[in-house]
């Protein structure tokens, strides 16, 4: 059974850095992404950052692009988002994913090729 455990959430002003983490446990793909979403209130769930499995390989999402950095220590399952230069724009609960095999180029940030989903942490920038 895949669990998926994020942290690391807070409130900062605008500027400012935090770094979010996922705890991935019984999760053995080798052809998988782990990724990070987010999801504002009112607003559709966005595909922020992902990160493939074996590889190393990452893909960002423009808006966070040069800001974030999705990295992964394989050896204690663990994906990390750090995010620098926080803009309120930035607001919103952010879950962690995996995919069961490779969801392609073109759906590298589209949730519905993620199978598996963690509870979200709220990450909350203020201006």
């Known amino acids: 059974q895949v669990q998926l455990v994020e942290s690391g959430g807070g409130s900062v002003q605008a500027g400012g850095s935090l770094r979010l983490s996922c705890a991935a446990s019984?999760?053995?793909?080798?052809?998988?992404?782990m990724a990070w979403f987010r999801q504002a209130p009112g607003k559709e769930r966005e595909g922020v950052a992902t990160?493939?499995?074996?590889?190393?390989?990452?893909f960002y999402s423009d808006s966070v692009k040069g800001r974030f950095t999705i990295s992964q220590d394989n050896s204690k399952k663990v994906v990390f988002l750090q995010m620098n230069s926080l803009k309120p724009e930035d607001t919103g609960m952010y879950y962690c994913?995996?995919?069961?095999?490779?969801?392609?180029?073109?759906?590298?940030?589209?949730?519905?090729?993620?199978?598996?989903w963690g509870q979200g942490t709220q990450v909350t920038v203020s201006s």
């Open positions: 994913a995996a995919s069961r095999g490779d969801p392609g180029p073109v759906s590298l940030l589209d949730g519905h090729w993620y199978s598996y």
């Open positions: 019984g999760y053995t793909s080798s052809r998988g992404y």
């Open positions: 990160i493939h499995s074996a590889g190393g390989s990452t």
